[in-house]
């Protein structure tokens, strides 16, 4: 089977771990739902959500050049259960919360503002990107790296210039 990226597939969920949920294809090829694409709601424990032997619908985010395939079981849901709502409960059934848990007596939050960037941030960095692109693992890592070497190389550069060309104490005789 030939696999490609953004399409919904099928598959047999094969194996999971604390990380992710691994699903296999017809022709033997296998992939890995990371535990922040099992369900559009945060994910504690996998095995809430998907058992071995399960077959889901998945949509492919990334095959890399290794061969490694990245897939999403919350993108391959329809858009109006992609928005991060828990599943709904019958009523009487509150997961053994107390009423005063659920907000009582409260009346309803509106939209959140959206946030300002705030003037204290050092060197404007974006700390959290904002767009929502799906890259692979690898490469949010290999981006994160080079950003990580080129602030050290820079503090390197000033630490060394402020230490190199000023009065020592060392070596004076008093």
Do not use: C
């Not at 985010?61 to 079981?73: D, H, N, Q, T, Y």
């Not at 009523?91 to 503002?113: C, I, L, M, T, V």
């Amino acid at each position: 089977m030939q696999l490609e990226v953004g399409e919904i597939y099928e598959g047999k969920v094969t194996g999971i771990t604390k990380f992710g949920a691994f699903v296999s294809f017809e022709g033997g090829r296998t992939g890995m739902v990371h535990i922040s694409e099992v369900a559009p709601v945060f994910v504690n424990e996998i095995k809430d959500f998907v058992t071995e032997g399960q077959t889901v619908k998945v949509k492919v985010l990334s095959i890399s050049e290794e061969g490694k395939i990245s897939l999403s079981i919350k993108k391959a849901l329809p858009e109006d259960q992609q928005r991060g709502h828990a599943p709904k409960r019958p009523e009487g059934d509150r997961g053994g919360h107390s009423r005063r848990s659920q907000g009582a007596g409260r009346p309803p939050r509106g939209p959140k503002p959206a946030p300002q960037p705030s003037p204290g941030r050092p060197g404007d960095f974006e700390w959290q990107s904002r767009r929502n692109d799906s890259g692979s693992f690898e490469d949010m890592m290999s981006r994160f790296k080079q950003t990580s070497d080129e602030k050290m190389s820079d503090l390197k550069r000033a630490t060394d210039t402020r230490r190199g060309g000023g009065y020592s104490r060392r070596g004076q005789k008093g």
